[in-house]
């Protein structure tokens, strides 16, 4: 039987695992799927897993309009919108950069803090790693070399990590604490999601000719495993063992994906890249450092 720590330390492990290697299931479905029908998929499953779950534990979807008017609003830029853009710019972007590129989101969210005036406190460290952090997408993209990754490609994945944080801080101020379960609130965001995501069928998703078994399968890992538990088993993590070890989990994803797209893909990242993404994760190490932060509010930052 597993001691706490050691139950802790898989946990994570598994959430790292199933939330890096969703870049890669993206990779794998776009052989036979159109980025829009990856996108409608995955939410359609994730909805139907944490809809189950709901049902399991209970809890009821939120009933009044105007948390689904928000809801509206934050399935928008924390699904619908960066699912696609993912998927659009994996394209022709290796999935170990899509999931380097995804480690910048932390550096979107605390610039838009900034200019909301809901960031305060910002220490020189934080800044320094502000200013580290972007360093380090620069250096990803590599504008002044040809063999860069400044493409239209690049711009979606970097524009899905900006939406994301756009959605967080939305989220932040709009949803959380309205009284509706976390779970259910997840569930009724991706049955959201997948409303949005089948009016945007016509751009490009309603030829299925090239679906193939592989691509169905890969796209149904990411909706169940990589979306669904994946949102589940982070809230789990939050709630049994602090938002410290669930914030840890973000550092993991972009090493996974790098690791997966090298091992399974045979993609070769380069030294560059990798040195990017160290200056990256370096950086939002230093964004995340607080002088004694209380630990509910530690915890309502990384429930957002």
């Given at each position: ?50 809809w ?17 008017r ?9 699904n ?30 605390m610039l838009?803090g900034?200019?909301?005036?809901t960031e ?10 502000l ?55 997840s569930a ?22 090239e ?91 990384v429930?957002?």
């Amino acid at each position: 039987m597993m001691n706490g720590k050691h139950g802790t330390v898989v946990r994570m492990g598994v959430l790292a695992l199933l939330w890096g290697s969703s870049f890669l299931w993206i990779k794998l479905a776009l052989n036979g799927l159109a980025p829009v029908q990856v996108t409608l998929i995955r939410c359609v499953l994730g909805a139907a897993v944490l809809w189950g779950m709901c049902h399991f534990a209970r809890q009821r979807l939120p009933r009044d309009r105007a948390t689904w008017r928000r809801l509206v609003v934050a399935a928008f830029f924390c699904n619908a919108l960066p699912f696609a853009l993912f998927s659009i710019g994996e394209q022709t972007v290796d999935s170990g950069v899509a999931g380097v590129l995804n480690a910048t989101t932390p550096l979107w969210s605390m610039l838009i803090g900034l200019a909301l005036g809901t960031e305060r406190g910002l220490s020189p460290i934080r800044l320094g790693g502000l200013l580290l952090g972007f360093a380090g997408t620069v250096l990803i993209f590599a504008p002044w070399n040809q063999a860069g990754l400044a493409s239209w490609g690049a711009l979606a994945l970097l524009g899905a990590a900006v939406s994301y944080a756009i959605a967080f801080a939305y989220m932040g101020r709009k949803l959380v604490g309205t009284g509706t379960a976390p779970l259910a609130l997840s569930a009724a965001q991706l049955i959201t999601a997948s409303g949005l995501s089948t009016l945007a069928l016509p751009a490009g998703g309603l030829e299925w000719t090239e679906v193939n078994t592989g691509a169905l399968l890969a796209v149904a890992v990411l909706g169940i495993f990589g979306t669904g538990f994946t949102f589940a088993l982070n809230y789990r993590l939050i709630a049994d063992e602090g938002a410290a070890s669930a914030a840890t989990v973000g550092y993991l994803l972009p090493v996974v994906s790098v690791a997966l797209g090298a091992v399974v893909l045979g993609e070769d990242i380069g030294p560059r890249v990798v040195a990017g993404m160290a200056v990256v994760l370096a950086g939002v190490g230093m964004t995340r450092w607080r002088a004694r932060t209380p630990p509910r509010q530690e915890l309502s930052e990384v429930g957002a």
